[in-house]
């Protein structure tokens, strides 16, 4: 059990998909200006990211290695993602409408999220059996949440802060987010 939460917080905190991987920046940019929609794209990204991964593992496992098809993961991977993300734009048309008008484009770009791709993938690089899979893929979707709303609150700060000039705008958030990123490698020797 101790296992298992230390790689949850493992994925979640220390290798950070956003923070520490570098992955998802164009949604963790364009999608936190407002912590509502940071919020729902996080939770969104998170339900494909599970999702990815409970499907792309046995894919791997079971379909994809017996028949030596390993090199041909990257495809593949992607076009469940894309079925998925479809699967919840369709949902999001429906039960919240608000929500999928606020999303716009980028609920399109969670198919091509680097995050969904890279963490289906570490799973199988790490060489994780289908449970850990399971929580690294939660655990990772949660540091992708976690850094979501953590940047759309350092934005809405930003807005009343009093700021050079110079610094307004695109400058302060990069700085912001190299602080964040800064801020979570000191969470590197926690877990080995």
């Known amino acids: ?7 949850f917080l493992k994925s979640a905190i220390v290798d950070n998909v956003v923070f520490i991987q570098y992955l998802a920046i164009c949604p963790f940019i364009g999608m936190t200006n407002d912590t509502e929609k940071a919020t729902g794209m996080g939770l969104a990204t998170t339900f494909v990211i599970i999702l990815a991964t409970a499907v792309t593992w046995p894919l791997y496992k079971l379909v994809m290695v017996p028949l030596g098809l390993q090199f041909l993961q990257t495809l593949f991977f992607i076009l469940v993602i894309a079925s998925l993300v479809q699967l919840v734009e369709f949902f999001l048309k429906k039960s919240a409408p608000g929500l999928y008008n606020a999303m716009g484009v980028y609920l399109a770009l969670i198919t091509t999220n680097c995050a969904v791709l890279g963490v289906t993938i570490n799973c199988i690089s790490k060489n994780y059996n289908y449970t850990q899979s399971l929580v690294y893929a939660f655990g990772a979707a949660m540091g992708f949440l976690i850094a979501m709303v953590i940047m759309s609150g350092v934005r809405s700060r930003l807005r009343i802060a009093k700021i050079p000039q110079a610094f307004k705008g695109t400058p302060s958030l990069y700085i912001s987010a190299a602080l964040l990123s ?9 877990i080995k």
């Open 1 to 7: 059990m101790m296992e298992t939460i230390q790689l």
């Open 182 to 190: 800064l801020a979570f490698l000191g969470f590197k020797g926690l």
